[in-house]
């Protein structure tokens, strides 16, 4: 998610989750090849992470994908699902289902260059453009002709024009059922579901029928979400750590990151929905804001904002 998931987020959730793949921002092939700093900057501790890149230039895409997997991302993974204005200027995100033989084009080129998968995130539909057939037909197209053989579906349509991307996570109304049909005509293809998915309860039910889920602002908004990822997903049988606990395991990753010159909130920002709904959260959400901001601001802040949870709370 743009300006969400950054490295300082993905090393966060990874505390929370050894198995679940996590994602990039989505990360433009301009600023990979002409941007100033390091677009493909990520931590170690994150794998499993996929790096996803917006973008309609074959050449350019496979440039920023042999990049990606020399750095040892574990999957690319193209954003076609985006359909915010300043994307469709630059001719990729969602515009991009209009035109599936250049999706194709795309993902061949980038996979004769990897060897990691080449992934495609995607809508169920543009406009008017939104019938089951138009989007097998994407599929089609892209899974014969380009090699690509996953896929996860926002299972919203987007309207490019008329709704903000914020409207266009809320106004298209989901349809979970097209995805499922989807991996019935598609069985071949691992074939995954986005959109509104807020439990592991609600995971579990898509599983049923799909490959897998992506959870995206829950996950930010309610971090704590992946603590039972591990267990109830993926099976594991280990403990399941408490919020206080994976507070303290940040400790030494954000004095690490404040002797390298970063900012405490750059860090503190994606912390602050842990103890969402219990005792303390707003003291602990409000301490952070009002103070990790300030000039030489550090790990006292965060410490100081976790003594505002009751220490009798096993949490």
Not at 237 to 264: N, S
């Amino acid at each position: 998610m743009l300006d969400w998931t950054d490295r300082h987020c993905r090393y966060f959730h990874r505390l929370l989750t050894s198995e679940t793949l996590l994602y990039t921002e989505m990360v433009t092939t301009g600023a990979i090849i002409h941007g100033k700093g390091d677009f493909l900057a990520y931590n170690e501790e994150e794998h499993p992470v996929a790096l996803q890149l917006g973008g309609s230039n074959p050449q350019d895409l496979a440039t920023c994908a042999k990049l990606a997997a020399e750095r040892g991302y574990d999957e690319i993974n193209l954003n076609v699902g985006c359909p915010s204005d300043r994307v469709q200027n630059g001719r990729f995100g969602a515009c991009l289902m209009a035109e599936p033989q250049l999706v194709a084009d795309c993902i061949a080129a980038m996979k004769d260059v990897v060897d990691v998968p080449v992934t495609v995130k995607t809508r169920i539909g543009i406009d008017d453009q939104d019938s089951y057939e138009f989007l097998t037909d994407f599929v089609s197209t892209v899974s014969e002709k380009g090699g690509c053989e996953q896929f996860t579906i926002h299972a919203r349509k987007a309207w490019l024009s008329g709704l903000s991307p914020k409207e266009n996570r809320e106004i298209p109304p989901l349809d979970y059922p097209r995805a499922y049909q989807l991996k019935k005509d598609f069985s071949h293809l691992s074939i995954a579901v986005n959109g509104g998915v807020k439990t592991l309860q609600e995971a579990k039910e898509h599983l049923q029928h799909l490959d897998g889920v992506m959870v995206g602002r829950e996950a930010y908004q309610n971090p704590y979400i992946l603590a039972e990822v591990d267990q109830q997903i993926f099976g594991l049988d280990k403990p399941i750590k408490k919020r206080t606990q994976v507070v303290q395991e940040m400790y030494p990753y954000i004095e690490q990151q404040l002797e390298k010159g970063a900012y405490l909130g750059h860090i503190t920002r994606h912390m602050l929905g842990l103890f969402q709904n219990m005792p303390g959260a707003r003291q602990w959400r409000r301490y952070i804001s009002e103070n990790a901001h300030k000039p030489g601001s550090g790990i006292e802040v965060v410490e100081a904002a976790l003594a505002k949870i009751p220490k009798e709370l096993d949490v």
